[in-house]
């Protein structure tokens, strides 16, 4: 079995902010040159998430709407003392979206549906944010 390890820096600008990286992830498999596994996709980080869904502006304008209405970014929150940055509406939907993804590997291509993909979601204040890639499995030999 072999196991290999990627991280993709990248700039948030909005939030939140759906941002598709399965072209990334899907390079990282054909330099790994793994055929048979999977791809863990994992955000480092306490306000960011990792989903997959369909990239349709529409449908994530819909999922924008859900979140605010599910977790409003104007309520009380208890992690909002001065000693933290105001964001607990961006902790509290980080936790209901989770951290990371995983993807099957077959043939040496991710296993997404036709209309599957991968993003990473900013959910607080636009920064410098990361992505770690882990890709396990055999290579065809
Ligand atoms: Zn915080």
Redesign the pocket.
Same mark, same amino acid.
């Given at each position: 079995m072999e196991l290999k390890m990627y991280t993709v820096s990248l700039q948030t600008k909005l939030s939140p902010q759906f941002i598709d990286i399965t072209d990334d992830v899907d390079a990282f498999v054909k330099i790994s040159e793994i055929d048979k596994g999977n791809a863990v996709v994992f955000s480092p980080h306490?306000?960011t998430a990792i989903i997959i869904n369909e990239n349709d502006s529409k449908l994530l304008q819909d999922f924008a709407d859900v979140l605010e209405h599910l977790v409003p970014k104007k309520q009380n929150y208890n !992690?909002n003392t001065s000693e933290?940055?105001g964001?607990?509406h961006? !902790?509290c939907r980080q936790i209901l979206l989770g951290s990371s993804e995983t993807v099957l590997i077959e043939d040496g291509k991710l296993c997404l549906g036709a209309w599957q993909r991968i993003f990473f979601v900013e959910l607080?204040s636009p920064r410098d944010r990361k992505i770690i890639i882990q890709i396990m499995g055999n290579k065809n030999l």
């Open positions: 306490t306000t !992690h933290y940055e964001n607990g961006s !902790h607080d």
